[in-house]
C-alpha cells in the first residue's frame, strides 16, 4: 500500500507539473496516448489503433503540430485485461499525458476511465459500445463509435425478420463487451416476438468449443449470435461446420478483422456482422485512405476510428487554444460538430455519438464488404 501511495503521488506530481507547463505556455512536445491490445489474442485490432494514432500524429505533426507544438505520441499495451489496463492508466497518466485514445476493450475501458478521471485525463475510445462505459463515466469519457444497445437493436431486429421460424442460439463470452452485445441482441430479439433456443456462455481463449456446438446441434441450430470476439467465433464457426452444422453465424464489429477469416476458413462464408458504414469509402478519408494504402496498411476496422479520436481532440484544442483536459471535454459536448475522416460527429450530454450508424457486412471469398 505504501508503496502503490508513493506511486500514484508521483504520478499526481507530475500531472500537476505538466498542467503548470500548459498553463505558462511553454513549448515542448506535447504527450499523447494511444493504449489498446498490442499484445494477447485480440492484437490485430491494437495493431488497428497503433496504425491509426501513428498517422494521425505524423499528418498533425507535419502542419504544424497543435498549437504550434509537436505531438510525441505514448503507445500502451492492455491487452484487454481489466488490470493491466488500469495499471497502464496510471503510467501513462505519470508520464504526463492528457489525452488518450483508448482503450479497446470495454471490459478495460471502463476501469481505466475511473483512473484517468482521477489524474484528469481526457479518453476518447475508438471502439468500447458497452453502454456503462458512458453511462457511468465521468466528465472524461467519450467514444466515436456506437453502443451495443444501439448495435443489439439492429441485430436483433435483422434476425427477427430474415430468421423468423428459424432456431437461434445467442452465445457470449461474459466480457463487457460480449456479454453486453448479447444481451442486448436477444432483448431487441425477444421484443419482435422471436424467442431464442439457446442463450449460453463459452470461455474465452479456449482452442476446443466442440461441447458447445454439440449442444447447438442438439437443439437444431440454424442461426447462432455471438457476444465476443473474432478468435472464438472464427473457432466456433469451424468446429460447427466440422460437426455437419448448416448454420449461419452472426456478430458485432469485434469480427471486423482479416484475422476473422485467418480462423475460420471457408466456413466463414456468408458470416453477417453489424459495424458502421465503411470508414474507407467516405469522402472525408480519401486522402487519408491514400496515405495509408501507400504503405501497404488496409485501414480496415478501428483505424480511421482511432485517427478520427485524435482529430477531434486536436480540433478542440486548436479551437480553445487551451489543452487543458476538462475544458476540452466541455468543448467537446457543447460544441462542434467536429470534422473528421468518419465524417461530421457532435456529442451527447454523455460523451456518445448523436448520430449512430450500423449497418451489416458479409463476410465472402476471404473479405467482407457491406451489404
Known sequence: MLQ???????????????????????????????????????????TQMKAGSEQAVADLNGRGGVMGRQLALEIGDDACDPRQAVSVANQIAGRGVR???????????????????????LQISPASTNPRFTDEGGWN??????RDDQQGQVAGAYI??????????????????????????KKSLNAAGQQEALFAAYTPGERDYNAIVSRMKGAGIDVVYIGGYHTEAGLILRQAKEQGMNVTLIGGDALVTNEFWQISGAAGEGTLMTFSSDPRRRPQAAEVVQR???????????????YAAIQIWAQAAEKLKNLDPRQIANALKAQGPWQTVLGEISFDRKGDVTVPDYVFYVWKNGSYSQM
Not at 469519457?141 to 456506437?146: D, E, I, L, M, P
Not at 427477427?160 to 461474459?174: P, Q, S
Not at 495509408?292 to 482511432?306: C, W
Open 4 to 46: 502503490r501511495r508513493v506511486v500514484l503521488g508521483s504520478a499526481l506530481a507530475l500531472a500537476g507539473a505538466a498542467r503548470s507547463t500548459w498553463a505558462q505556455g511553454q513549448s515542448g512536445p506535447i504527450r499523447i496516448g494511444c493504449v489498446g491490445p498490442m499484445t494477447g489474442q485480440y492484437a490485430a485490432f491494437g
Open 99 to 121: 489525452f488518450v485514445a483508448g482503450h479497446f476493450c470495454s471490459g478495460s475501458s471502463i476501469p481505466a476511465s475511473k483512473a484517468y478521471a482521477e489524474e484528469g485525463v
Open 141 to 146: 469519457t467519450f467514444r466515436v463509435c456506437g
Open 160 to 185: 427477427a425478420k430474415e430468421f423468423r421460424g428459424k432456431k437461434v442460439a445467442i452465445l457470449h463470452d461474459n466480457s463487457a463487451y460480449g456479454k453486453g452485445l448479447a444481451d442486448e441482441t
Open 292 to 306: 495509408f494504402r501507400a504503405k501497404n496498411i488496409d485501414p480496415e476496422g478501428y483505424v480511421l476510428y482511432t
